[in-house]
């Protein structure tokens, strides 16, 4: 049996795409704001077998969040569908299902109904709508958690653009574009909590 | 209306957040450095990078002026 998870943990189950950036950054900063500590299977370096890893770092979660909004066919030439975010989800159900006090799972979509159809399977789950934005998800994030201190969207929202900002002196850094990259993602990480920490100690929510 | 989880534990410390992370400490100093920057911008408004404000501030700002 694994370890009890952190209860400030969440695993990030999102597609690695460039179209999704601003939607990764919102739930990394949303999630720093709200006091968790995001991840993300890129973080895992390589070596064994790297679903084991996955596995391993779901199990040492509390939270999943589960993003379905990019159910498109990639746009390279030899256009396949993903399979990993389902995979990643089927995975985790059923972790959740032999351990329910250990694991909770959300699904979250950018258009309502829309997962009926996608994955019919999933019906009865109530995907959180963050409509493709930004703003969207550091919406769905505060309906979804409660803590003490919550701060406003607007200030979370705030903290966001200037992550956004930091982001390219980080690529630079790690000569990537890419911000899914292990490097990258840690370090958006660590000064979204530096500015998490800094909304917190600035006095309630504006 | 589905209702929030609430949290009832507290959010974990700079220094619980850190072990989660592999960053080294210099560039851990470069980033802290950044935020300091952000900080004494925040306290001086007038520097605000423009493309950091939201489009209705620079709107009222400008009506303002």
Redesign the interface.
């Known amino acids: 049996m694994p370890p009890l998870p952190d209860?400030?943990?969440v695993f990030l189950n999102v597609p690695y795409d460039e179209e999704f950036r601003s939607l990764y950054i919102a739930y990394i900063v949303g999630l720093c704001q709200?006091?968790?500590?995001p991840?993300l299977a890129s973080?895992i370096p390589g070596g064994d077998r790297r679903l084991n890893k996955i596995i391993k770092l779901i199990q040492s979660c509390r939270y999943s969040i589960h993003d379905l909004s990019r159910i498109e066919l990639s746009t390279t030439p030899s256009a396949v569908p993903r399979f990993n975010m389902p995979l990643e989800l089927g995975m985790t159900i059923t972790w959740a299902n032999l351990h329910p006090s250990r694991h909770?799972w959300f699904v979250w979509e950018s258009e309502p109904y829309r997962l009926l159809r996608s994955a019919s399977d999933l019906n009865g789950t109530?995907p959180y709508i963050h409509n493709g934005t930004p703003e969207g998800i550091l919406r769905e994030l505060?309906?979804?958690?409660?803590?003490g201190f919550m701060p406003s969207v607007p200030k979370m929202l705030e903290n966001y653009?200037?992550v956004n900002?930091?982001l390219e002196?980080m690529l630079y850094?790690h000569g990537t574009r890419n911000p899914y990259d292990r490097s990258v993602f840690?370090?958006l990480?660590?000064?979204s909590?530096?500015?998490a920490?800094?909304t917190r100690l600035s006095g309630p929510a504006s | 209306m589905r209702k929030p989880i609430h949290l009832t534990f507290p959010p974990p410390t700079l220094e619980e957040f850190e072990k989660h992370y592999r960053i080294s400490k210099a560039r851990k100093k470069e980033l802290l450095a950044m935020v300091e920057e952000f900080k004494a911008t925040l306290s001086n408004q007038d520097e605000t990078p423009v493309d950091l404000i939201e489009p209705e501030k620079r709107r009222k700002s400008a009506s303002a002026a």
Not at chain 1, 34 to 37: D, N, S
Not at chain 1, 142 to 147: L, P, S
Request: hydrophobic share 40%; aromatic share 16%.
């Open positions: 209860p400030n943990s709200l006091g968790f500590v991840h973080e909770t109530d505060c309906n979804a958690f409660g803590r653009q200037w900002h930091f002196a850094k840690m370090e990480c660590y000064i909590k530096l500015l920490d800094l």
